[in-house]
């Protein structure tokens, strides 16, 4: 199963985009979903989090300006990026935690998405 991200491509400072993420199959259980980017000669940085319950966790840079939701009955997460800046282009990633639980076996691990270019023109 792997994460499937739509919604990038290339913006002016100042704009908005939406990026959407859906599983791409029949998942187990996820938990926490999330947003990741990697910026050009940068490493990867969590950029929004969200729980099954709501709870959100952004990073500073993007606090106020990006927004995470998600649909818990299809596994969708969304990121509504609005004044967007320069600095914000990179490849964004899909991310969720799953967890599998069979006779008191428990699994755990993630499942990640192919990255979206977003590109932030000045």
């Known amino acids: 199963v792997q994460l499937v991200e739509s919604g990038g491509g290339l913006v002016q400072a100042g704009g908005s985009m939406r990026l959407s993420c859906a599983p791409s199959?029949?998942?187990?259980?996820?938990?926490?979903m999330g947003w990741y980017r990697q910026g050009p000669g940068k490493q990867r940085e969590l950029v929004a989090s969200i729980s099954t319950g709501g709870t959100t966790n952004y990073a500073d840079s993007v606090k106020g300006r990006f927004t995470i939701s998600r649909d818990n009955s299809k596994n969708i997460v969304y990121l509504q990026m609005d004044s967007l800046r320069p600095e914000d282009t990179a490849v964004y990633y899909c991310?969720?935690?799953?967890?599998?639980?069979?006779?008191?076996?428990?699994?755990?691990?993630?499942?990640w998405g192919q990255g979206t270019l977003v590109t932030v023109s000045s």
């Open positions: 199959g029949s998942t187990f259980r996820i938990n926490a």
């Open positions: 991310h969720a935690d799953w967890i599998y639980i069979n006779s008191g076996e428990v699994q755990v691990g993630a499942y």
